[in-house]
């Protein structure tokens, strides 16, 4: 019921499983499941979603107001056929799972360390096993925060575009500051970025010079050349799992810079050779495929 989250498509795993009562259960006709999947999670479904959203905090969406909101169906779709490149995006959207223990109950040592992690976490040793992402930086710093006025809407010679959250979740950048009279903290080609507040968004590796919202770390790798390494790391499923673990905040989730620092590498995962091509958002994957 939140139009912020993504729709999710039932798969024969989750049959038995107990829902919780923020979802609605839609039930389509004629084999539209997974076209009904698609438009509601793109980013054009989720504005109509959030258009529909009451309550001004935690905005849901009713199950009236769904069912009353009208969908474009092509005539393929009405037809049962199956649009493959909207199935290898669902696809894209399964994870491996663990097996899941015998019982639900495990004992937590709360004598020594965090408590939060060890809560958070059946296995706190995970955060021991690999090197220390601090150990991998010269520096990790903090995007410092600029008076609202100070912020442009449109880029002029001697102003430096602002990096923040929504930059790295695929929007363009909306924001340019002066680099006098208080310097912003700047980014250059190579450093990495990681989201300070929020759990969704992922590491990017910066490609240009630009100043760093307060909203982000900045971190400046001692060998810039193991930067899409990481940055595949703490996206991929273990090390963005790490995260949040290491996640604080009862609201607004945030991260903490010495948490940061403490989060392990495994050192075979520095042996990535890949891109550093920044995740593409569900929502944006999806509009792209329908729209486009």
């Not at 979603?49 to 169906?73: F, M, N, Q, Y």
């Not at 010269?138 to 809407?153: F, Q, S, W």
């Not at 929007?171 to 340019?176: A, E, G, L, T």
Request: hydrophobic share 45%; glycine share 10%.
């Amino acid at each position: 019921m939140n139009p912020d989250l993504p729709l999710l498509l039932l798969r024969p795993e989750h049959v038995g499983s107990l829902v919780s009562s923020t979802f609605l259960a839609l039930r389509p006709h004629g084999g539209l499941s997974l076209w009904i999947w698609a438009v509601l999670t793109s980013r054009t479904g989720r504005q109509f979603r959030a258009h529909l959203a009451v309550g001004s905090a935690g905005r849901s969406t009713t199950k009236a107001a769904l069912l009353d909101l009208e969908i474009p169906v092509p005539p393929l779709a009405k037809a049962g056929v199956t649009d493959e490149r909207l199935l290898a995006i669902e696809r894209g959207t399964h994870r491996e799972e663990e097996e899941a223990g015998g019982t639900w109950w495990r004992t937590a040592d709360l004598t020594a360390g965090d408590w939060s992690i060890a809560l958070a976490t059946p296995n706190p040793d995970v955060l021991d096993l690999g090197i220390p992402l601090g150990d991998l930086c010269g520096e990790i710093t903090r995007g410092r925060a600029v008076p609202r006025e100070d912020y442009r809407e449109a880029p002029e010679p001697g102003l430096l575009a602002v990096t923040d959250i929504a930059v790295l979740g695929g929007k363009p950048v909306r924001r340019w500051v002066p680099l006098e009279p208080r310097p912003p903290v700047i980014a250059y080609p190579g450093d990495l970025f990681v989201a300070a507040v929020g759990a969704r968004p992922h590491a990017v590796v910066a490609t240009g010079e630009t100043a760093v919202d307060r909203n982000l770390f900045v971190l400046r790798l001692r060998d810039p050349a193991l930067g899409p390494a990481v940055a595949h790391y703490l996206n991929g499923q273990t090390g963005y799992g790490l995260r949040q673990v290491l996640l604080t905040g009862d609201f607004i989730p945030g991260m903490r810079k010495d948490n940061l620092a403490r989060l392990p590498v495994p050192a075979e995962a520095l042996g990535f050779t890949g891109g550093a091509e920044p995740l593409v958002p569900l929502d944006i994957q999806l509009e792209h495929a329908l729209w486009d």
